[in-house]
């Protein structure tokens, strides 16, 4: 039971490529998260899915797009991306009617140069 | 104003003693509160549910003021171990987001 894994690790881009993060969840959770992490902020919500089928924006959802493949994964695109896109990225999920717990995956740590 | 504000710290504190430090949040319809944990470069754990009663879990005890509109997180002989920053994440009427705190540092020392 891997929970939540999110690919890849580590990723440098240059200003204008695009890139996806891909997030996996084998707990069956229907709703499913993405975050931003910039030193000395909280997280903030780029875009949800509250449950397979659909998607919803958070706080900053400009400049990124998501899909929610099936249930499992939930994928976060950079089209054109730019410095202010360096952060560190988290995928979390929750399932709905077992509290508001998130589990989170280890985080992609994105450069954009 | 942010939605939930908390004190970065750095909270320097001996091994064995005990650090208490609060969470501010604007919205009163707020209805879920939690302290999450997250080590250095790692994903944030969640540590203890909030309940309007104050609830304790081992030495760790969080307490509620909703009339103030903050939470407390108190950590009672502290261990090496608790280093790491403490986010105050608060869950809104909405029901389906979380907000987050922008943690504060804990440096247990010996």
């Known amino acids: 039971n891997a929970g939540v894994t999110q690919t890849p690790k580590f990723q440098v881009l240059k200003t204008g490529q695009s890139m996806t993060l891909q997030c996996a969840q084998d707990m069956n959770h229907n709703s499913m998260y993405w975050y931003r992490q910039d030193p000395g902020m909280g997280l903030r919500l780029i875009y949800y899915s509250a449950s397979e089928g659909t998607t919803d924006k958070g706080e900053v959802p400009n400049g990124y797009n998501v899909s929610r493949l099936n249930k499992r994964e939930f994928s976060l695109r950079l089209e054109s991306a730019a410095p202010s896109q360096t952060s560190v990225y988290f995928c979390?999920?929750?399932?709905?009617?077992?509290?508001?717990?998130?589990?989170f995956g280890p985080g992609t740590r994105l450069t954009v140069t | 104003r942010k939605e939930v504000e908390q004190d970065p710290g750095p909270f320097n504190v001996p091994e064995g003693a005990t650090v208490a430090f609060n969470c501010t949040y604007s919205n009163s319809a707020s209805q879920s509160f939690f302290w999450y944990r997250q080590d250095c470069r790692k994903e944030p754990k969640l540590l203890m549910s909030?309940?309007?009663s104050g609830n304790e879990d081992g030495r760790f005890t969080a307490q509620l003021n909703r009339a103030s509109q903050y939470i407390s997180l108190l950590i009672r002989d502290s261990k090496l171990s608790d280093s790491a920053t403490y986010l105050c994440?608060?869950?809104?009427?909405?029901?389906?987001?979380?907000?987050f705190g922008g943690g504060t540092r804990v440096l247990v020392k010996p």
């Open positions: 909030v309940y309007s």
């Open positions: 994440v608060v869950n809104g009427a909405a029901g389906n987001k979380l907000t």
């Open positions: 979390a999920s929750r399932e709905p009617g077992q509290g508001y717990e998130q589990y």
